[in-house]
């Protein structure tokens, strides 16, 4: 009987661990995404070109940041690109 609740409590825990990481992920994903249609956007509707910039270049790097950092890591690209860093 104990080994029975004892087992039931450690579900209990696995999956609230779970849940939480889960949230997390799909937090991460929508992030990533909407980080690579904000520089896909900014590519589609030539907006550097129109202040006078260089158009943005979209490579594996781009993508690779955009997929790890999501918005904050496509708005970092914009500022590094205005610098002519990236």
Excluded: R, Y
Excluded at 15 to 39: F, P, T
Excluded at 40 to 52: A, D, Q, T
Excluded at 64 to 69: N, R
Aim: aromatic share 8%; charged share 5%.
């Amino acid at each position: 009987m104990i080994g029975t609740l004892i087992l039931i409590i450690l579900c209990l825990i696995v999956l609230a661990v779970l849940w939480h990481l889960l949230q997390n992920i799909v937090k991460l994903v929508i992030n990533s995404i909407l980080g690579l249609l904000l520089l896909g956007i900014v590519k589609f509707l030539n907006i550097f070109p129109l202040f006078g910039f260089p158009d943005i270049e979209i490579g594996w790097i781009a993508v690779i940041v955009c997929a790890i950092a999501g918005i904050p890591g496509a708005i970092l690209l914009m500022i590094l690109h205005l610098f002519g860093l990236a």
